[in-house]
């Protein structure tokens, strides 16, 4: 995803330094463990991915080598936490990922958003596309390889985590489509806002 899932994640370093990114903080919320935070099968109803491997890490180096991000840069962001959902879709022949990484503060969570937008910038014919009803939320898309295979991502930071959620698919494959993504992404988004960690 861009590097395995950063080869579709990978990309997925910096999103959003035009403008500013506003990190979603809601009060009131149980806490809510990393686990909890990827996508779950009734998020998937409309998003035809299955979930193939979950990893989990607090070592800063392996998230670094997961995520595309340099060390240092997720040190100074506060760094606490990574998790990452591995998907697919044999029915459209994609693969997908769900990550959520955990830092100090909501300042961290959104830099991180900030620099994921920033880095999709760069890619190849990168497009922007809203999730309407989520704070502070970017979308975004880009070609990738010869077989003109699309990816598609969005994410977002709620207190003090930041979330991504994306897929690929390749030139000749309508499906799935950008509608689906959002859709699970908005399922997610209400599952986990305003839950602080344990």
Do not use: C, N
């Not at 340099?70 to 100074?76: D, N, T, V």
């Not at 606490?80 to 300042?107: C, H, P, Y």
């Not at 596309?129 to 991502?153: N, Y």
């Amino acid at each position: 995803m861009v590097r395995a899932m950063r080869g579709l994640v990978t990309l997925l370093v910096v999103l959003g330094a035009a403008a500013p990114v506003a990190a979603s903080v809601s009060a009131g919320g149980a806490p809510l463990p990393l686990q909890g935070r990827v996508l779950r099968p009734s998020g998937l109803r409309l998003f035809p991915f299955t979930p193939r491997k979950q990893v989990t890490t607090h070592d800063v180096a392996g998230w670094s080598r997961d995520a595309g991000v340099a060390i240092a840069e997720l040190r100074k962001d506060g760094f606490i936490a990574g998790i990452r959902e591995d998907l697919r879709s044999l029915r459209t022949d994609s693969i997908g990922v769900s990550s959520a990484t955990q830092f100090k503060t909501a300042a961290g969570a959104a830099k991180a958003v900030a620099q994921t937008v920033a880095s999709a910038a760069t890619l190849t014919a990168p497009r922007t596309f809203a999730a309407p009803g989520i704070p502070g939320a970017r979308g975004f898309e880009f070609s990738r390889g010869s077989d003109q295979t699309r990816q598609f991502f969005v994410t977002f930071a709620d207190g003090d985590f930041e979330y991504l959620v994306g897929f690929a698919r390749t030139g000749t494959i309508p499906l799935p489509h950008v509608t689906a993504l959002i859709s699970a992404v908005t399922s997610l988004y209400h599952r986990v806002a305003g839950h602080p960690a344990p």
